[in-house]
């Protein structure tokens, strides 16, 4: 069964490091998401993705926060200066064309820790 | 008042015992609504989808969606020891909302945490 993929599944970093998070959603799936988690806390949208540009983004996605489509395959959240408070899981999803959000798709997640 | 609430829990209940989990929301252009299972330090694993109200079957599980009162439910009919998980309710709003310029994200409740025991 055809699943989305992380990379890393962990990630240390020194706070104002750069980080990059890698997705490889489903296939056929157009449109991409990234949620996070915070320890002991729902999870939150932070951006979707469509046609090679952003569709939506919550008050979370801030300048630090870009979002690209390198390649027919990746999907990278990066986050430029991060911060102690960007220690999370963070998760992409993917849906395929046609239906609503009903059909997103999550990956396993990437564990962030900022020191 | 929060958009989904969900009450975390913890529940533990016997194997073989019908569970009844819950959420109530408050934005009324929801009309997809879904039940993620996780488990401890993984991704939400998309368990059931309803659009609308209505009830919904898929082998020991079933989803009913209360627009009226703003309710969704997910019981499990005769747990196991292996449906041990953190439930994860999620709406969204409808994709004609979305092309009036609604939106897609999936909002979740917090989870409530499911212990069978065998």
């Known amino acids: 069964e055809p699943e989305v993929t992380q990379t890393p599944s962990h990630q240390v970093t020194q706070m104002g490091q750069e980080v990059i998070l890698r997705c490889v959603p489903i296939?056929?799936?157009?449109?991409f998401y990234w949620y996070r988690q915070i320890l002991g806390q729902k999870v939150e949208f932070l951006v979707s993705?469509?046609?090679?540009?952003?569709?939506?983004k919550s008050e979370i996605f801030d300048d630090q926060f870009s979002v690209e489509r390198p390649d027919g395959s990746n999907f990278t959240l990066k986050i430029r200066s991060t911060k102690l408070e960007d220690s999370a899981m963070y998760f992409c999803?993917?849906?395929?064309?046609?239906?609503?959000?009903?059909?997103?798709?999550f990956g396993p997640g990437t564990r962030l820790l900022v020191l | 008042q929060k958009e989904v609430e969900q009450d975390p829990g913890p529940l533990s209940v016997p194997e073989g015992a019908i569970v009844s989990l819950n959420c109530t929301y408050s934005?009324?252009?929801?009309?997809?609504f879904m039940w993620y299972r996780q488990y401890s330090r993984k991704g939400p694993e998309l368990l059931m989808y309803?659009?609308?109200?209505g009830n919904k079957e898929d082998g020991r599980f079933t989803a009913q969606v209360d627009k009226s009162s703003k309710y969704i439910s997910l019981f499990i009919r005769d747990s196991q020891p292996s449906d041990s998980a953190t439930y994860l309710c999620?709406?969204?709003?409808?994709?004609?909302?979305?092309?009036?310029?609604?939106?897609?994200?999936?909002?979740f409740g917090k989870g409530t945490k499911l212990t069978v025991n065998p």
């Open positions: 999803a993917s849906r395929e064309i046609g239906g609503a959000g009903e059909t997103q798709y």
């Open positions: 999620a709406m969204t709003m409808s994709y004609i909302t979305l092309n009036q310029g609604g939106s897609e994200k999936l909002v």
């Open positions: 934005n009324s252009a929801f009309q997809y």
């Open positions: 296939s056929n799936h157009l449109y």
């Open positions: 309803t659009y609308s109200s």
């Open positions: 993705f469509y046609n090679n540009e952003i569709s939506e």
